[in-house]
Each structure stands twice: as structure tokens, then as C-alpha cells.
């Protein structure tokens, strides 16, 4: 069974302050996802990382994957409110796992 | 190019009811997938479908089902409703290979009484 762990799961930070969140799986899997929520929303995917070593950006939000390590990685750079959201991480374990989800980091930026 | 769309959108039921959600993919996927989302398990995988078949099974009881259509449409059934089967349920859409970007849907809320 696939096991995710998300570090950490709340984080409060200012704007323009860089920060990193961590996801770390127990098996083997070949690619990730990176999703985002809303409160009373849905998920927004963000990153499809592919391989290893693969690393994605858009605008200030950057991913990697390496899957040697079987550790993704989702970098903040200068935050901004509008990053203010749940980030969820989700390797694929296959068959009874599914997209298996971290319990996802609750993100608050403050002006 | 229109989303997933889930409906309804809110229900609320009574234990020992049963309950039918409706899912229609992205035109031209053919691969549907349903979550759980609750406050204390976080988001956990039901079932995928993939050409009117039953592709991958999560860990739920018989209680929880579901089928697909010829057109990728999808409905999952809970019958005997719990309390605890409150939730978000989500639906997800992929071209075709398993475990491909999954694209979401807006949830039905099911409020169990």
C-alpha cells in the first residue's frame, strides 16, 4: 500500500518570503501530481511530473520530482495571497491505491 | 471545452437511503475515476472505470458501486447511507491510460442524516 507524507501540513507565511513543501512516498512510482484547493472547491491540477529528475514551473510555483529519493517537491517564490490554498501531492500506487493523495499543506499567505 | 460536470451538486439523505451521483467526463476521455474527500481521511481513491469496465478498486465496502456508459458517463451508487458516508464526492476524467492527468469535477456534497 502507498503511503504519502506531506511536510508540513499548515504553513502561515508572509508575502514575498520563498518557502518548500515536501512530498515523500513509500513505493516505487514513475510520475506525480501536484493539485491545488480552493476551500469549497475542486482540484486544480498543477504539475505533471513525468520522470525523473522533471522539474515544472508556472509563475511563482515550481515542482521536481526524483524518483530515486521518492521525494516531489513544490518551491514558493515571493508569495503572493493569492497563493493562499491547499496543496496536494498525489503519485498513482495502482490499482486498490489509485492517485493515492497526501493529506495535503494548508497554505496562508498574509499581506 | 467544457469540464467534468457532476451532478447534483448538493444532496442531503437519511440513513438506510440510497444515493445515485451522475459524472460526465471531458469529451473524449474515457477513463473516470471517483474520490472521497472527508475532514478526517483526507482524499481516498473509490473506483476507476475505463470502456464501461471496472478498471481499479479502492478499499470500500460493497456499499459503494458504480458503472460507466457507452458515452464515458459514470454513476456510483451508495446504498444503506451511513453518517459517515458524508463527503465530498469527486469525479475525475483521463484520456484513456491508467493513472494519467486526471482532471476533476466540482464534487456532489452528500450530507448523510
Known amino acids: 500500500e502507498l503511503k504519502v507524507e506531506q511536510n508540513p501540513l499548515f504553513l502561515s507565511m508572509q508575502e514575498g518570503k520563498n518557502y518548500t513543501i515536501y512530498c515523500n512516498y513509500s513505493?516505487?512510482?514513475?510520475?506525480l501530481y501536484w493539485y491545488r484547493q480552493d476551500p469549497g472547491k475542486s482540484l486544480e491540477s498543477l504539475f505533471v511530473?513525468?520522470?525523473?529528475?522533471a522539474v515544472k514551473q508556472e509563475g511563482r510555483l515550481m515542482a521536481s520530482l526524483d524518483t530515486k529519493a521518492r521525494l516531489s517537491t513544490l518551491h514558493i517564490t515571493a508569495a503572493v495571497h493569492d497563493l493562499s490554498a491547499t496543496y496536494f501531492c498525489a503519485p498513482p500506487g495502482g490499482g486498490a491505491d489509485g492517485l493515492t493523495f497526501g493529506k495535503g499543506t494548508h497554505l496562508i499567505i498574509q499581506p | 471545452k467544457a469540464g467534468v460536470t457532476q451532478t447534483p451538486r448538493y444532496l442531503i439523505k437519511t440513513r438506510g437511503q440510497q444515493v445515485t451521483l451522475s459524472c460526465s467526463p471531458i469529451s473524449g476521455h474515457r477513463s473516470v475515476s471517483w474520490y472521497q474527500q472527508t475532514p478526517g481521511q483526507g482524499l481516498q481513491f473509490l473506483f476507476e472505470y475505463f470502456s464501461e469496465t471496472q478498471r481499479n478498486k479502492g478499499n470500500f465496502p460493497g456499499r459503494f458501486s458504480g458503472r460507466q456508459f457507452s458515452n464515458s458517463r459514470s454513476e456510483m451508487n451508495v446504498s444503506t447511507l451511513e453518517l459517515g458516508d458524508s463527503a465530498l464526492y469527486l469525479c475525475?476524467?483521463?484520456?484513456?491510460?491508467?493513472?494519467?492527468?486526471?482532471?476533476f469535477g466540482q464534487g456532489t456534497r452528500l450530507t448523510v442524516v
Open positions: 511530473l513525468l520522470s525523473n529528475g
Open positions: 513505493t516505487t512510482s514513475d510520475r
Open positions: 475525475a476524467s483521463s484520456l484513456e491510460g491508467e493513472w494519467t492527468e486526471a482532471f
